[in-house]
């Protein structure tokens, strides 16, 4: 019981000490939430994105490598989202073990976006996406550019991508900075 406890105060603590970027709820504005797939390049993956019973966001569907596809996208664009003395981007996600990618640009004007690939393990697990670890890429290559330094982003995204035939699932109860 004293240990359940200690875990409690440690999570309440650890959100006591973040700034909520976006959280899931029954109530929550979902529609502000875009789904890009590879269609929008020829390409036949289909995502998802809703809410389940429970009031988390569910990023589900297929990606397929069909027509030189592979990748279904979320992202949420954001009012200048600034970013004080927090050194990450924290996700509170429920994965099917597979790998997605987080995504952020400075500016919804930029080409390139600054990604973070993570694993995830079938379980609710916080993952902690260090920004100063997030490197610039365009259409999946690596750009010359020194890693996000920036006070602020306007667009946040969560992508999958596969070199073959797959299903996806992503549940997400918060994303805060930290």
């Not at 099917?96 to 990604?115: M, T």
């Not at 797959?166 to 994303?175: A, D, G, M, P, V």
Request: net charge positive; hydrophobic share 40%; aromatic share 12%.
């Amino acid at each position: 019981m004293i240990q359940h406890i200690l875990i409690l105060m440690t999570l309440l603590s650890s959100y006591q000490n973040s700034k909520t970027v976006f959280e899931f709820n029954s109530a929550c504005p979902i529609e502000l939430w875009q789904v890009v797939d590879d269609v929008v390049m020829g390409g036949k993956s289909s995502g998802n994105f809703t809410l389940t019973d429970e009031g988390y966001g569910l990023f589900n569907g297929g990606v397929s490598i069909e027509n030189n596809g592979g990748f279904s996208s979320v992202r949420l664009n954001l009012d200048s989202f600034k970013i004080g003395k927090e050194k990450a981007i924290v996700l509170d996600v429920r994965g099917d073990g597979s790998e997605f990618q987080l995504r952020i640009k400075a500016s919804i004007y930029d080409r390139h976006s600054f990604v973070y690939n993570f694993k995830t393990s079938g379980e609710w697990e916080t993952i902690l996406i260090p920004l100063n670890k997030m490197t610039a890429s365009f259409r999946g290559f690596a750009v010359n550019l020194a890693n996000f330094n920036q006070k602020q982003f306007n667009q946040l995204g969560i992508l999958r991508s596969s070199k073959k035939n797959t299903s996806f699932q992503l549940e997400i109860k918060r994303i805060s900075l930290k």
